[in-house]
T-cell receptor, first 112, second 117 residues
Framework: DAKTTQPNSMESNEEEPVHLPCNHS???????IHWYRQLPSQGPEYVIH???SNVNNRMASLAIAEDRKSSTLILHRATLRDAAVYYC?????????????FGKGTKLSVIP | GAVVSQHPSWVICKSGTSVKIECRSL??????MFWYRQFPKQSLMLMAT?????????EQGVEKDKFLINHASLTLSTLTVTSAHPEDSSFYIC?????????????FGPGTRLLVL
């Protein structure tokens, strides 16, 4: 299984940008890179995903390294509502199962 | 984005009773749904894959006779915790993949908190 490595925790000041790193050195060519986040006592929430190119949506941006061995989730202006555990996950594209394997994620704290 | 609902959102039951949790995809069809369990301060652990029209597949260490899964339709999967015991107290979360946007995005339910007394 291709695994990901994330820092256990990070802090950010409110209204500042946040860069959440993820290493996935054993990623295969067809693996998508997904980011989900989980607020306390809630189910995970989809944030963004990508394959090779950088991606932007209303929630965040995803920057993918050229060799795809790492990626960075960028929150452009952190708010208190962004305090959550962020999970970087590789999806097993092509296998047909679509299951996700969650690691420990990064707990983001946002300081007012 | 797509919406997945769960019912109930929380349940308290006595030891030895059975509890049924429903997972519904509200605006898309899901031939496959996933059931996770999350203990306090831990990550999500996949329990089983629910397949519409066929038997569920369980992860290693998950008792299929204890955690009964029925994928009755393309929008509904149920997880029944039979003869629940206090160690089954946990946060149960389902998810369903929406393939329409590409990349196999998963949408998660809000979770069901089970407390077994």
């Amino acid at each position: 299984d291709a695994k990901t490595t994330q820092p256990n925790s990070m802090e950010s000041n409110e209204e500042e940008p946040v860069h959440l790193p993820c290493n996935h050195s054993t990623i295969s060519g067809t693996d998508y890179i997904h980011w989900y986040r989980q607020l306390p006592s809630q189910g995970p929430e989809y944030v963004i995903h990508g394959l090779t190119s950088n991606v932007n949506n209303r929630m965040a941006s995803l920057a993918i390294a050229e060799d795809r061995k790492s990626s960075t989730l960028i929150l452009h202006r952190a708010t208190l509502r962004d305090a959550a555990v962020y999970y970087c996950i590789l999806s097993y594209s092509g296998a047909g199962s679509y299951q996700l394997t969650f690691g420990k994620g990064t707990k983001l704290s946002v300081i007012p | 984005g797509a919406v997945v609902s769960q019912h109930p959102s929380w349940v308290i039951c006595k030891s030895g009773t059975s509890v049924k949790i429903e997972c519904r995809s509200l605006d898309f069809q899901a031939t496959t749904m996933f059931w996770y369990r999350q203990f306090p301060k831990q990550s999500l652990m996949l329990m089983a894959t629910s397949n519409e029209g066929s038997k569920a597949t369980y992860e290693q260490g998950v008792e299929k006779d204890k955690f009964l899964i029925n994928h009755a339709s393309l929008t509904l999967s149920t997880l029944t915790v039979t003869s629940a015991h206090p160690e089954d107290s946990s946060f149960y979360i389902c998810s369903a993949p929406d393939l329409t946007g590409g990349g196999e995005t998963q949408y998660f339910g809000p979770g069901t908190r089970l407390l077994v007394l």
